[in-house]
């Protein structure tokens, strides 16, 4: 049987001597206590030809030569078997320390960099999604009419659209909705009579073919209110704005946007009547001035007429003598 093979005796096992040397060489303490001796012996050897000088030869101790060189090379070797290896400890600890702070602050570096390019590129895709939705909308709104909740409770905007004289697209923003919504559910009777008639009148605009109604979700905030986000959002998108309301309207112009008022439009279109023309007009009430009798023309133009104040029921032929232009509408006066 060979050397290298296993010898068994019994139930006890016997390793040979190469498989017995081979496995110490495996032990990491052999390897430390075989370097410790070499560093004993460079040191050793090393300090012995250093020290074997004329002076310690000339002068030997207690008359014994080479025992000052065989000291001082015993002195290093013990210095190289002992010490060397701790401060060898110590500078690979140390060394080790510096390559894994300089590893970490490269990597920690590097993924800085990375995070800060990947936010920047998030941020600069962001920013493009952004404009691109921006400039979606506002080609999608450019041009519209904006209405706001008075035009939606008055009503008579379903009547204009119905007869064609509309044809841009009417844009109800949520917060009108929302306002509508928050007035149909009123305590106060009168209110919730007409936030519903708000509601109805959105919901005849939707039945309305010609005319699309849209919903500009999330662009009105409670904080600053409906109408200065109306305002807000007509002179984003180049909008028109249609409203009653006469703060709203004020507010809008001196803004610099573009209003649509009903009222206007009804005063703009009402009969035009011409001084020295006869008209047929029924008296209704006395005037407030005396002698004075008021009655209205079809589309609602008051006319006042002097001399008719006890002529209240009858139906007179009257002469235009002027007409006034007021903020209520014109009023004409006339003369039997």
């Excluded at 030809?49 to 207690?62: H, Q, R, T, V």
Aim: proline residues 2%; charged residues 30%; contains cysteine.
């Amino acid at each position: 049987m060979s050397a290298a093979k296993i010898i068994k005796t019994g139930k006890n096992v016997v390793r040979s001597p190469r498989s017995a040397f081979r496995k110490a060489l495996e032990n990491p303490k052999v390897w430390g206590f075989l370097a410790r001796v070499t560093l004993f012996s460079l040191f050793f050897i090393s300090a012995f030809n250093l020290s074997n000088s004329a002076f310690f030869f000339e002068n030997p101790i207690f008359g014994i030569r080479f025992l000052a060189e065989t000291l001082i090379a015993l002195a290093a070797g013990v210095f190289g078997f002992h010490t060397v290896p701790i401060i060898a400890e110590k500078v690979r600890g140390w060394f080790e320390k510096l390559i894994a702070l300089v590893v970490a602050n490269i990597v920690s570096d590097f993924w800085n960099q990375q995070s800060r390019r990947m936010s920047a590129a998030r941020r600069v895709k962001q920013k493009e999604k952004k404009e691109k939705r921006e400039k979606e909308t506002h080609e999608k709104l450019k041009a519209t009419v904006l209405l706001d909740t008075s035009v939606l409770v008055d009503g008579r905007v379903v009547d204009v659209v119905k007869t064609g004289f509309l044809s841009e697209d009417l844009i109800v923003p949520k917060g009108v909705l929302d306002e509508l919504h928050l007035i149909s559910d009123s305590k106060d009777d009168l209110k919730r009579k007409k936030g519903r008639r708000g509601l109805d009148m959105l919901n005849a605009l939707k039945r309305v073919g010609s005319v699309k109604v849209h919903e500009a979700p999330g662009d009105i905030s409670k904080e600053d209110g409906v109408d200065k986000e109306l305002v807000r959002l007509a002179k984003k998108y180049d909008a028109r704005l249609m409203t009653m309301d006469f703060n709203l309207n004020k507010v809008a112009k001196v803004s610099g946007v573009k209003v649509l008022n009903l009222n206007e439009l009804v005063n703009a279109v009402k009969y035009a009547a011409v001084p020295g023309e006869k008209i047929r007009i029924k008296i209704v009430q006395a005037g407030k001035e005396p002698n004075q009798g008021v009655g209205y023309l079809a589309d609602g133009t008051m006319v006042v007429v002097a001399g008719a104040q006890n002529k209240v029921g009858k139906t007179l032929m009257v002469t235009v003598s002027k007409v006034i232009q007021t903020d209520a509408g014109k009023m004409v006066f006339c003369e039997e």
